[in-house]
């Protein structure tokens, strides 16, 4: 139980054009999707997080305008990278974790990420 | 600030030794702490976690961790390294967001080297 995946798993784009990523929880309902992007050797960094129905939060530093998240059902959030360029390139990984009706409040079930390539 | 650390960047034990992966964290409150191993270009998956009770959290593959309060450590040991175990090991702890929401602070990361 608690499966998220991520499609794609690796995509390569060309600059100044934008790629949508899919996060799905298969098993369970999420009300919260977090959004994360780690770069080679380094830690998780938090990008933003979101709430079923609702805008998602960003985190310091992330803009907003540029990285489009929904999160439209509990089971769905996407991640839209607009007019990407060679600098965003980086492992995308996103997390989902159930509501309190589903018992389990504290945990996150992660993605097994997305590669973005950006040329 | 609250934050987590991982001091060392890198483990190495032998197959067959017992290991551990240090962590320390700051908190205001109660500190909800947590576990996740990553394999190469992949996601994290969840080990074991600290939320009240007895200090000592088993998980899985083997993995416990021991939460010390006074110490302010949360140290994830396994009494016998295998080859499999080599990944990258993160520690996080659970903070406040807003409302009814919270997230996951990570820490750096360590990466642990088996050798059979």
């Known amino acids: 139980g608690a499966v998220v995946s991520q499609h794609p798993s690796r995509v390569i784009c060309k600059s100044g054009t934008s790629v949508k990523i899919e996060c799905r929880s298969l098993d369970f309902q999420a009300t919260t999707m977090f959004w994360y992007r780690q770069f080679p050797k380094q830690s998780l960094m938090l990008m933003a997080t979101s709430n079923e129905g609702s805008k998602a939060t960003y985190e310091q530093g992330v803009e907003k305008d540029k990285f489009l998240i929904n999160h439209a059902s509990l089971t769905l959030s996407t991640l839209t990278v607009t007019s990407a360029h060679p600098e965003d390139s980086s492992f995308y990984i996103c997390?989902?974790?159930?509501?309190?009706?589903?018992?389990?409040?504290?945990?996150?079930?992660f993605g097994p990420g997305t590669r973005l390539t950006v040329t | 600030a609250q934050s987590v650390a991982q001091p060392e960047d890198q483990v190495n034990v032998a197959e067959g030794n017992p290991l551990t992966v240090k962590c320390t964290y700051s908190?205001?409150?109660?500190?909800?702490l947590f576990w996740y191993v990553q394999y190469p270009n992949r996601g994290l998956q969840f080990l074991l976690k600290y939320i009240t009770g007895d200090n000592l959290v088993k998980g899985s593959y083997g993995f416990e961790a021991e939460f010390n309060k006074s110490q302010t450590s949360f140290h994830l040991k396994k009494p016998s390294a295998l080859v499999s175990d080599s990944a990258l090991y993160f520690c996080?702890?659970?903070?406040?967001?807003?409302?009814?929401?919270?997230?996951?602070?990570f820490g750096t990361g360590t990466l642990l080297a088996v050798q059979p």
């Open positions: 997390s989902a974790r159930p509501g309190l009706a589903g018992g389990l409040i504290y945990e996150q079930y």
């Open positions: 908190v205001s409150g109660n500190p909800y």
């Open positions: 996080a702890v659970r903070v406040p967001y807003g409302g009814a929401t919270n997230k996951l602070i």
